[in-house]
Nanobody, 117 residues
Framework: QVQLQESGPGLVKPSQTLSLTCTVSGFSITTNSYSWNWIRQSPGKGLEWIGYIDYSGDTDYSPFFLSRTSISRDTSKNHVTLQLSSVAPEDTAVYYC?????????WGQGTQVTVSS
């Protein structure tokens, strides 16, 4: 059974770097043809795709987040990390980890992040 679990600080101060981890169980993040995505939902907004890292370690980012986002992985721990720098109150959102693919789509439960001083 594939499970994704996001973790990280619930409160971040403006201008700091947000770091979140998605721990995957039941499936290897290096399995061919799959990508591991970060998506967020801000209050009153729809879902925003931030970026992904794929099975080979290649990354792709939304142009909106490109300048301040980094997604990496630790294959020994089977987890994926999102770093978002220079956060502002507008980055307050629920952040999700997501895996799509032919064998089914999986979401983490999401983690609330609030940016506030």
């Amino acid at each position: 059974q594939v499970q994704l679990q996001e973790s990280g600080p619930g409160l971040v101060k403006p201008s700091q770097t947000l770091s979140l981890t998605c721990t995957v169980s039941g499936f290897s993040i290096t399995t061919n043809s799959y990508s591991w995505n970060w998506i967020r939902q801000s209050p009153g907004k729809g879902l925003e795709w931030i970026g992904y890292i794929d099975y080979s370690g290649d990354t792709d980012y939304s142009p909106f987040f490109l300048s301040r986002t980094s997604i990496s992985r630790d294959t020994s721990k089977n987890h994926v990390t999102l770093q978002l720098s220079s956060v502002a109150p507008e980055d307050t959102a629920v952040y999700y980890c997501y895996r799509g693919g032919v064998s089914g789509s999986y979401w983490g439960q999401g983690t609330q992040v609030t940016v506030s001083s």
